[in-house]
């Protein structure tokens, strides 16, 4: 047959497929989110198979193995005890703290390695919402905006490099910068979490917190998951107000989100492949149906061809392991 152009040389051997090769992963992009609670032991959380609540020693340890598969960087989630927790979440900034308390340990032990902490009030509130909840039932916007204030500048005091926003309140990326620069962090990163849908993928994470919104959902400030240009729009608003990062959430199932956002900024972006996403494969390759370590990396590479520089995932480890 007479067919000159045939794409097929270009994959006709794993040398060939490498040197044409788009998109690559690295351990590099990756952010490990770990989870820990105020207790000495390590414990598996049913909701993640695979994933633990650690012990600030337990947490330790987990960095060690991460920083030697070529991991640079952790986002914290704690689960607070009950008794802790109360409807204007005073725990969040406390610098005795769980979450403080394991930045310190982390930095004395890991100094090379970049701590992310997540700003918002849901492991804190007795309410189980991001923000802080009116007797009407509605998110107080301005009232929680100060409160995630003084919870960044408390993670920012006990050393957190990058303060990471996923309570989706207006105007709070403005408020955090200026805090941060007033009280001395002008190098203190934001990443924010721009376009965070209201998702059932986030079922188990809320499992494994034990955070979910005691009555009421999250649709009046995360994000419709109809809408596209919404995302821009907070894009846009991010940018203005000086983040430094931007971030989608979920992943797998928002590609076209990533790649709109890609196009509409310059800013890194950030995607975040959630405890669904995650469970989605682990429970399909433990039932034998799915081949875990090919669907690890074909929906990384995905999420990455798509836009996103870097990725928050439980595989972070096993990803590293396998690319190494
Ligand atoms: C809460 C928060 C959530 C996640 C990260 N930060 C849950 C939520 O918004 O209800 C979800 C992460 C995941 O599902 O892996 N601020």
Redesign the pocket.
Same mark, same amino acid.
């Given at each position: 047959m007479n067919i000159p152009i045939r794409p097929r040389r270009n994959r006709k051997n794993p040398v060939i497929r490498g040197l044409s090769r788009e998109t690559q992963l690295s351990p590099a992009d990756f952010i490990y &989110?770990l989870f820990l609670h105020d207790e000495s032991s390590n414990d598996a959380i049913d909701s993640m198979p695979g994933c633990h609540r650690w012990s600030i020693d337990g947490l330790l340890g987990e960095i060690s193995d991460a920083k030697a598969l070529g991991i640079g960087a952790v986002v914290l989630?704690p689960a607070i005890a009950d008794s802790l927790k109360n409807p204007k979440a005073v725990e969040s900034h406390n610098p005795e703290g769980l979450v403080p308390r394991a930045i310190r340990a982390i930095k004395k032990t890991h100094p090379d390695i970049t701590v992310i902490t #997540?700003v918002?009030l849901? &492991?804190y509130n007795s309410d189980g919402h #991001?923000g802080i909840v009116a007797r009407d039932g509605r998110i107080k916007n301005d009232k929680t905006i100060e409160i995630l204030c003084s919870q960044a500048i408390c993670q920012a005091q006990a050393g957190a490099d990058i303060v990471a926003p /996923? #309570?989706m309140m207006d105007g709070r990326v403005a408020a955090l910068r200026n805090a941060l620069d007033t009280e001395g962090f002008k190098e203190g990163s934001i990443m924010s *979490?721009t376009a965070?849908y209201a998702s059932a993928? @986030? =079922?188990?994470?809320?499992g494994a917190l034990d955070?979910?919104p005691k009555s009421g959902d999250?649709k009046t400030y995360?994000m419709d998951y109809a809408n596209t240009r919404e995302a821009i729009r907070e894009a846009h608003l991010d940018e203005d107000e000086g983040a430094d990062v931007l971030m989608v959430? &979920?992943a797998g199932a928002y590609l076209d989100i990533i790649q709109r956002m890609r196009e509409s900024t310059h800013l890194p972006i950030a995607a *975040?492949q959630? /405890? =669904?996403e995650?469970l989605m494969i682990k429970s399909a390759s433990a039932a034998g149906w799915l081949d875990e370590e090919k669907i690890v990396l074909e929906t990384l590479t995905a999420i990455e061809r798509a836009g996103a520089d870097m990725t928050l995932t @439980?595989f972070a480890k096993e990803a590293a392991r396998l690319l190494g």
């Open positions: &989110p989630f #997540d918002a849901d &492991p #991001d /996923s #309570d *979490y965070k993928f @986030y =079922g188990p994470f809320r955070s979910a999250k995360q959430k &979920p *975040y959630v /405890s =669904g995650y @439980y």
